[in-house]
């Protein structure tokens, strides 16, 4: 069984064939060029397909199937894309037209959801049959995984953390909401924190400059500056107490953080796990691990090729 996984997001297109035991045999990857349209984007996904399968040997109609992660709104049971802003895609039929393109069964997932399945069949979440995921990036995504399942909800947003409200007349979110999680913990929020307490005199060995992104600012942290400090502990903070409330819904078995912040460890994750104890307070009846992902990058790929691999279920051991 070789699977095809594609990570199509709004700068590349990433892809892999995928053995049934989860590991990538070969990847690529080319930019998705979204502006040219639909019609563009899915002929580049096949010819990068085409041309991993040929490295490899084979042809597409070699492939047990394909699955695709998306960065936007997804209709699972219709394969279908709401609304993918970076892609300008709205109610676009991609199952439809990427099965009729490469001649193979085609499953589509939201990205956040396919690297969460990723990590659960190949990275930290291993072993776990549910968990919750969330990426730490330019805004926060999420997923929760019941039962071995992504849970998606009646509309389809099962699991956006980012946008659950942690204060009162707090920041303004894209959304249109205020005080949204991803407005105080994302690493455009750490960013933000980290100037507004510049502005407001509060000194640090770090300087302000246009590049200054997250991961400075948590080497900061790491390195003992106080200020830097002071901002992490204040994300960590927010993300720590959404996920005990998450626990206190869901109650999975694990907890999964990825994106670039994530990769700076204990620094970030260490905080985390000890507001979200402080949260849960008597009900935390035995510590939920809270770990960094592993996959990075590949989680994409391998939790799209999983979406074939699960109607497989015999072969996938
Ligand atoms: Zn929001």
Redesign the pocket.
């Known amino acids: 069984m070789c699977l095809l996984g594609i990570d199509l997001g709004g700068t590349s297109i990433k892809a892999g064939l995928v053995d049934k035991k989860g590991q990538i045999l070969i990847k690529g990857q080319v930019p998705t060029g979204a502006r040219e349209g639909a019609t563009a984007v899915l002929g580049r996904i096949r010819d990068l397909a085409q041309n991993l399968a040929g490295e490899r040997g084979l042809a597409l109609a070699d492939l047990t199937g394909a699955g695709i992660g998306i960065p936007g709104s997804v209709d699972v049971a219709k394969g279908e894309v709401r609304l993918a802003p970076n892609l300008f895609w709205r109610d676009f039929p991609l199952r439809e037209e990427l099965a009729a393109l490469l001649d193979l069964p085609v499953a589509v997932e939201n990205d956040a959801h396919a690297a969460a399945l990723g990590e659960m069949w190949r990275g930290a979440g291993r072993g776990f049959n549910s968990l919750i995921m969330i990426t730490i990036g330019t805004g926060i995504g999420s997923a929760l995984i019941s039962a071995g399942r992504v849970h998606h909800g009646v509309f389809g947003y099962g699991a956006e953390m ?2 659950l409200k942690m204060v009162r007349d707090g920041r303004q ?1 894209h ?1 249109g ?1 205020h005080g ?1 999680l ?1 407005t105080l913990a994302s690493a455009t929020a750490m960013v933000r924190s980290f100037r507004e307490y510049l502005a407001a005199g509060h000194p640090s060995r770090l300087p302000d400059s246009p590049g200054l992104g997250a991961r400075e600012i948590l080497a900061a942290a790491a390195g003992g500056d106080e200020l830097a400090s002071r901002v992490i502990d204040e994300a960590a903070y927010y993300l720590g107490t959404a996920l005990a409330n998450a626990i206190l819904l869901a109650g999975p078995e694990g907890i999964v953080i990825g994106g670039g912040p994530a990769q700076a460890g204990e620094v970030i994750l260490a905080p985390i796990r000890k507001y979200m104890a402080a949260a849960l307070g008597a009900w935390q009846l035995k510590p939920v691990p809270v770990l960094g992902a592993e996959l990075g990058n590949d989680a994409g790929i391998i939790g799209a090729a999983r979406l074939q691999a699960r109607v497989e279920p015999a072969e996938d051991e």
């Open positions: 980012g946008h979110c959304c909401g949204c991803e």
